[in-house]
């Protein structure tokens, strides 16, 4: 049986879980790749650190040249994070032959054209299923399964963060405040939150997603989008009132060819879908081709073992193609138009307080009226004691966005009304 020695660049969670999955599934790993791996380096900052996990000492280092410059390691895996020193080190370890496997959503996100170049330029492969959704087969099923069909839209529950603050509003009614200091203790929440809960994660996401669906390349700076924060117990009330569950989502669409919808935001969808049920740190992607029609990808997609179990088995991808380069690069990626968030259409939910006085109301929707914003319902409870503003609630018809920026900008200067409170999207998928 061959061997082949591998790196470890970090050795955090993700780090500790591919060496736990390199030793608990190694009789299985090595009859599917045809190798015994050893992994023959790891870097890391701090040697001394106490990793609980059994390590040989011999193989820490915190030179990055050591693994460089060892011609027998043949694959390095980069688990790092973030742009820097990660781009510098997959760059120089391509040119000098090595293959990559990566989790690193942020990088891919942002540098990935230049990095798929270096690759093929340098004849290594570049492998990336990790850096979606953890140990769901995304990417594979992009690029392998699905590419018989023209994809149409993918419409993703893709941070495991903010899905499990939202299940928790929603199953325990609890405040948003009080369940993210609850997810920041139980450590699923990033170092920094606003990467998970103002919508950088899931947006970091959806443009790898997106260049492998439509086949163009994605400037991260081109998806819109909105994070969670404001979401309040209130409009989950409403939502389930109505029949629908609020979910932060990651939604690509190409309605026109040439011409896609990119956009991370909160929405409300119908709760007898499936991704309705979708909770806690689970994710759910769906996906529509003009083939094979809608599929509905789910599984636990946060944590250490998920994920090394994406990396592991991204290595033995490499491992059965002999570390012999292939053409994964062929496909000729495209620009495509991304169409700004104010020529989108959909419905929404708006809940707006105002003086509980006759004629608010009738004001309001003559506003939404003058403004080409079709109401499909409206609600107003009665006003709850001490208080002096009553909520009104409407669910619009498919609404242009600049139409309804327009009337809302009237309507929030109109005598009586306090405040808009709160605006989200609807997404029926249909």
């Known amino acids: 049986m061959s061997k082949v020695k591998i790196a470890l660049l970090g050795m955090g969670n993700v780090g500790c879980g591919v060496l736990k999955v390199l030793s608990m599934n190694k009789k299985q790993i090595t009859q599917r790749s045809g190798y015994e791996i050893e992994v023959g380096k790891v870097l890391v900052k701090n040697k001394d650190k106490d990793r609980n996990i059994e390590i040989d000492k011999e193989i820490i280092t915190t030179n990055f040249d050591d693994i460089l410059n060892d011609e027998d390691v043949k694959i390095i895996v980069e688990l790092m994070g973030g ?4 781009r510098e080190y997959i760059i120089k370890s391509m040119k000098k032959g090595k293959h990559i496997v990566t989790a690193n959503k942020m990088l891919i996100a942002t540098y990935g054209e230049e990095l798929f170049e270096e690759a093929k330029k340098n004849k290594v492969m570049f492998y990336y299923e990790a850096s979606v959704s953890g140990g769901i087969p995304i990417i594979e099923g992009l690029s392998e399964s699905l590419t018989a069909n023209k994809i149409e ?29 609850e997810s920041k ?53 409403y939502a389930k009132e109505f029949g629908y569950i609020i979910k932060l989502l990651a939604v690509a669409k190409e309605e026109v060819e040439g011409v896609l919808e990119l956009r991370v935001h909160p929405a409300m969808i119908p709760i007898n879908h499936p991704l309705a049920n979708v909770n806690g740190c689970y994710n759910g992607i769906f996906i529509r081709g003009n083939a094979v029609g809608d599929l509905i990808f789910y599984g636990h997609a ?21 570390l012999d380069f292939c053409k994964q690069y062929g496909i000729k990626m495209d620009t495509k138009k991304v169409k700004p968030i104010e020529d989108t259409q959909c419905g929404y939910y708006i809940r707006i307080t105002v003086e509980d006085i006759p004629g608010v109301l009738a004001r309001i929707a003559t506003v939404f009226g003058k403004n080409k914003v079709s109401l499909l319902s409206v609600i107003q409870k009665p006003r709850r004691k001490g208080e002096r ?9 498919n609404t242009l966005d600049s139409s309804l920026k327009q009337a809302l900008n009237k309507i929030k200067n109109l005598r009586n009304v306090n405040m808009i409170e709160s605006i989200i999207r609807l997404e029926t998928f249909k």
């Open 153 to 181: 839209r993918i419409i993703g529950i893709i941070n495991g963060t903010t899905n499990y603050i939202l299940s928790k509003m929603s199953t325990e009614e609890l405040e948003y405040d009080k369940v993210l200091r």
């Open 83 to 86: 742009i820097d020193p990660a």
């Open 302 to 322: 946060t944590g250490e073992m998920p994920t090394s179990s994406a990396v592991v088995s991204d290595i033995i991808t490499i491992l059965r193609r002999k």
């Open 389 to 397: 503003f009553v909520s009104l609630v409407f669910f619009t018809h």
């Open 185 to 237: 203790k139980m450590g699923f929440t990033e170092s920094d939150p606003k990467l998970d809960v103002s919508g950088y994660d899931a947006a970091y996401k959806l443009a790898i997603l997106s260049r492998l669906a439509f086949e163009t390349k994605v400037d991260i700076n081109s998806i819109y989008r909105e994070g969670i924060e404001s979401i309040k117990q209130i409009d989950i009330d």
